[in-house]
């Protein structure tokens, strides 16, 4: 059965509302959701390295979309590993991007949700397909969302704004 993870180091001095959250699927195609803006990134790299820093595309387009839209708490599905080792290790390596820019922009540490839970929440089902993802964002939150991802991310931000009462 899956589980919320949730880690918080500091203390927000002020209460946090639904409009400062901003919910991530982190990968090279990465969904975003928060209340004034939503889609796809897409960080995927040329053939030659050397022209594409990914990571550093993938860190200034978060401090760009955190500080455009006054994001205090980023809330992003959690690394899971299966049998892609390589796409395990872009998660990781992504996700400790993630923690960079929140101690650059000293905002609290981001909140993990397991994927099995987030896909139980979503669709009642932990082993929910893509398709089931997209499909429960349309009829729970009458979101058409642009791809797999953008809906991961918006279940991502609903099931955060859920767990803390937003």
Known sequence: MGFLIFMQTKTPTEKLDRSQVAALDIATHCGFYC??????????????????????????????FIQRNGIKQ??????????????TRKLSEFRGILFEVCDTLDL?????????????????????????MVKYCKIRWQIEPGDDNEADAIHIFFCYIKRFNL
Do not use: C, Y
Request: hydrophobic share 30%; no cysteine; charged share 30%.
């Open 74 to 87: 980023i809330v992003a599905e959690d690394v899971s590993v299966n049998n892609h080792f390589t796409d």
């Open 35 to 64: 209340l004034n803006e939503r889609g796809t990134w897409n960080f995927k790299e040329s053939m030659r390295r050397n022209n594409n820093k990914q990571h550093k595309a993938f860190r200034d387009t978060l401090i760009d």
């Open 108 to 132: 609290p540490e981001p909140h993990f949700i397991n994927p099995m839970t987030l896909k139980k929440f979503a669709t009642g089902n932990g082993h929910a397909s893509k398709e089931d």
